[in-house]
Structure formats: C-alpha cells, structure tokens
T-cell receptor, first 119, second 110 residues
Framework: SAVISQKPSRDICQRGTSLTIQCQVD?????MFWYRQQPGQSLTLIAT?????????ESGFVIDKFPISRPNLTFSTLTVSNMSPEDSSIYLC????????????????FGPGTRLTVL | GQQVMQIPQYQHVQEGEDFTTYCNSS?????IQWYKQRPGGHPVFLIQ?????EVKKQKRLTFQFGEAKKNSSLHITATQTTDVGTYFC??????????FGTGTRLTIIP
C-alpha cells in the first residue's frame, strides 16, 4: 500500500489566478497520475508524471494550463493556471503500487484530493 | 477513443436488497479494477480482475470479468448502510493508465 498526502485539501480562488497542488507519497514510485473529478462526475486523467522526464498529457489537457513538476520519486505538483469557474473540481493524485511477485498489473492508491472552487 | 460505460447511473435500494452495477468497455481490457468512493471521500481500490471469465468474492461483494474481457459486474448481496457510495469500474487497456467508468451511485433506504 501507499500513504499519499495532498496540499491544500481545499481552496477558494479568484478567476485568473493560479494554484499549485502538492502530492507527497511515503514511498518511491515511478509514475504518478493526476486526475480531475468535476462535481458529480467520474475521474478524468489529466496527465502522467514521470520522474526525470516531461509529463504526458491526455487529450484535452495541455502543459500551459496544467504544468506539472516531478522533482523526485516521492513528490509531484500540479498547477492549475489562469483559473476560471470551469476549473472548479476535485484534483486527485494517485500512484500505482506494484503487487508482490513483480506483477505489472498495478492497483492505484489515491490521495485525499484537493477541492478547488474558482469564483 | 477508449471508453468505459457503467449502468445504472443511480441505484436506490432498500437495506437488505441486492445491488448490481455493470461495466462495459469499447475494446478489450488488460485488466479491470473496481473502486468505491464514499461521499466526500476519494476512490478506494476494491479489487482487480485479470483473467477472462474471472470471478472474485469479498464477503458480500462478487466481481465478474467477462469472457471477452470487455465487460464486468459488481454484485452486492443484502446491502447495508455502509455500502453507500459511488462504485467505479476502471479499465486498463494495457498501458497501466486507468480509464474510469461513469460510476454508479448507490443509496440505501433504511
């Protein structure tokens, strides 16, 4: 298993500003994922953050809007830039934790999420 | 693109009744995972199914993976108030990234 913390847990921000969300894991992991969950909706993958390389973004998400840092194997940040009310969501980071025996089929552990409200 | 659909979107059941949610993928999956999200919480891993036709049980929960590895179901027997939440399936198409289903929100009538 993995213990994941996120900061901040929630924030209320003004339109046009930016917010950086931190994700800290208690063990070293190769990949970290960032998701967005809009109110009452499912989870949508924003990007995959790999240590030592640029993040890989999913369709509909761009680096200018959601820059990601991955300075080491236990930490990542996601910035929501130039925010608008449409960015109001819960942002979650997750990590795949390898099963014992070296299986590549990895379940994911999620952080508690950051609830963002943009006015 | 790769999509994962779930039905129903909502389910209200009397406590003690059974509950089933169904998950369908547009293409064959490497594996499928199920998660539960309590109101105000984050998704919590329940189980992973890998093999064609696989069936796994966790107490009152039964998970099935279809023979074609494109569909799955979660069945809860004799629901309890603690089962309240949204159940998501999540498909892995072989790249270790998950595509989450639309979710089924379960509410229990005491």
């Amino acid at each position: 298993s993995a213990v994941i913390s996120q900061k901040p847990s929630r924030d209320i921000c003004q339109r046009g500003t930016s917010l950086t969300i931190q994700c800290q894991v208690d063990s070293q992991v190769t990949m970290m994922f960032w998701y967005r969950q809009q109110p009452g909706q499912s989870l949508t993958l924003i990007a995959t953050a790999n240590q030592g390389s640029e993040a890989t973004y999913e369709s509909g998400f761009v680096i200018d809007k959601f820059p990601i840092s991955r300075p080491n194997l236990t930490f990542s940040t996601l910035t929501v830039s130039n925010m608008s009310p449409e960015d109001s969501s819960i942002y979650l980071c997750s990590v795949p934790v390898p099963r014992t025996g070296g299986s590549t089929n990895n379940e994911q552990f999620f952080g508690p999420g950051t609830r963002l409200t943009v006015l | 693109g790769q999509q994962v659909m779930q039905i129903p979107q909502y389910q209200h059941v009397q406590e003690g009744e059974d509950f089933t949610t169904y998950c369908n993928s547009s293409t064959t999956l490497s594996n499928i995972q199920w998660y539960k999200q309590r109101p105000g919480g984050h998704p919590v891993f329940l189980i992973q199914l890998v093999k064609s036709g696989e069936v796994k049980k966790q107490k009152r929960l039964t998970f099935q993976f279809g023979e074609a590895k494109k569909n799955s179901s979660l069945h809860i027997t004799a629901t309890q108030t603690t089962d309240v939440g949204t159940y998501f399936c999540a498909g892995d198409f072989g790249n270790e990234k998950l595509t989450f289903g639309t979710g089924t929100r379960l509410t229990i009538i005491p």
